[in-house]
C-alpha cells in the first residue's frame, strides 16, 4: 500500500495539495508585483520623455496676456501712447513677471513689434516732410531758388559746435565790453567762418568773398537794427558797436554753417 502511494502520488494527499497550492499563490504574486513593476517602469518612462519635451518657462508667475495678439493690448497701453510710455510699460511688465521666460519672451516680442512700427512711422514721416519741402522749393519764385541754391543742411553735430564757437565769441564780447569795443573776437570769428567755408569749398577766394559779404550783412542790419531798440532796456555798457557786433556773429554763423 505504502510503495502504491510512493509510486503513484494523486492530488488527495494532503502534503501534495498544500504544496501545489502554496505554489500557485507565490506564482500569483509574482506575476502581480511583475505587472505592477512594468506598469511603474512604464509610468515612469512617459513621465521622464514629457518632462524632457516640454519647454522649461521658470519658477516665476505667469504673464496672463501671454496669447494675446494684439501688441498694444498685450502691453496694456492706447494706441496713442509715446515711446516714453511703451519703455515704461515694457520695463514694469519685465520686472513684474521676471523669472517666467515664457512670459518675457511674450512681453520683449510686443514691445520689439512695436518699437518697429514707430521707427518706420517716423522714417515715413521725415521722408514725407523732404518731399514736401522740396515740393515747395519747385513751386517758390526763381529768386528763392537761386538763394536755397547756395546753402546746404549740414549734421546737426556741425551746427551745434559751429554755434557753440560764435555763442563763445558774442560773450566774451559782452564780458569785456566796458573795457573796449569787440573787433578782436570780430577778426577771430571772421577768420573762423573763412576757414570753415574754405574747408567746405576748397577755394580761398571764394571763401574769402563769402565771408566778408556776411560780415558785411550783419554790419548792416546791426546798424539798422539797433537803434530802433530803446537804450533804456539795454545795459549801460552795451554799446552801439557792441550790439551790431552780436548781429554780426550770427550773420558769419549763418554762412559758415548753412552756405556752400
Not at 518612462?45 to 498694444?72: Q, S
Not at 512711422?121 to 519741402?133: E, Y
Not at 566774451?172 to 570780430?186: C, L
Amino acid at each position: 500500500m505504502a510503495s502504491f502511494v510512493i509510486s503513484k502520488p494523486t492530488l488527495s494527499s494532503p502534503y501534495l495539495a498544500q504544496q501545489r497550492s502554496s505554489c500557485l499563490r507565490s506564482t500569483e504574486k509574482a506575476s502581480i508585483l511583475s505587472t505592477t513593476i512594468s506598469r511603474s517602469r512604464r509610468d515612469l518612462i512617459g513621465r521622464v520623455k514629457c518632462a524632457m519635451g516640454a519647454p522649461y518657462e521658470g519658477n516665476g508667475p505667469k504673464f496672463p496676456r501671454t496669447n494675446v495678439r494684439d501688441p498694444y493690448k498685450r502691453l496694456g497701453i492706447s494706441r496713442y501712447a509715446s515711446e516714453e510710455e511703451l519703455w515704461a510699460s515694457r520695463n514694469f511688465l519685465l520686472e513684474q513677471y521676471a523669472g517666467h521666460e515664457r512670459s518675457e519672451e511674450s512681453i520683449e516680442d510686443a514691445f520689439e513689434r512695436l518699437l518697429m512700427n514707430s521707427f518706420k512711422q517716423r522714417k515715413k514721416a521725415k521722408i514725407n516732410m523732404k518731399t514736401k519741402l522740396k515740393k515747395k522749393v519747385q513751386e517758390s519764385p526763381q529768386w528763392v531758388k537761386c538763394l536755397l541754391s547756395f546753402t546746404e543742411v549740414p549734421p546737426m553735430e556741425v551746427i551745434f559746435r559751429r554755434f557753440f564757437l560764435f555763442a563763445f565769441m558774442a560773450g566774451w564780447s559782452i564780458k569785456n565790453s566796458a573795457d573796449g569795443g569787440p573787433a578782436f573776437q570780430v577778426g577771430v570769428s571772421l577768420a573762423a567762418c573763412i576757414y570753415f567755408l574754405n574747408e567746405k569749398s576748397k577755394n580761398l577766394q571764394r571763401a574769402l568773398k563769402i565771408g566778408g559779404m556776411f560780415l558785411g550783412l550783419g554790419w548792416f542790419f546791426g546798424s539798422v537794427v539797433v537803434p530802433w531798440i530803446p537804450a533804456a532796456r539795454l545795459p549801460p555798457t552795451w554799446t552801439l558797436e557792441l550790439m551790431t557786433s552780436l548781429f554780426v556773429y550770427f550773420f558769419l554763423f549763418v554762412g559758415c554753417t548753412f552756405g556752400k
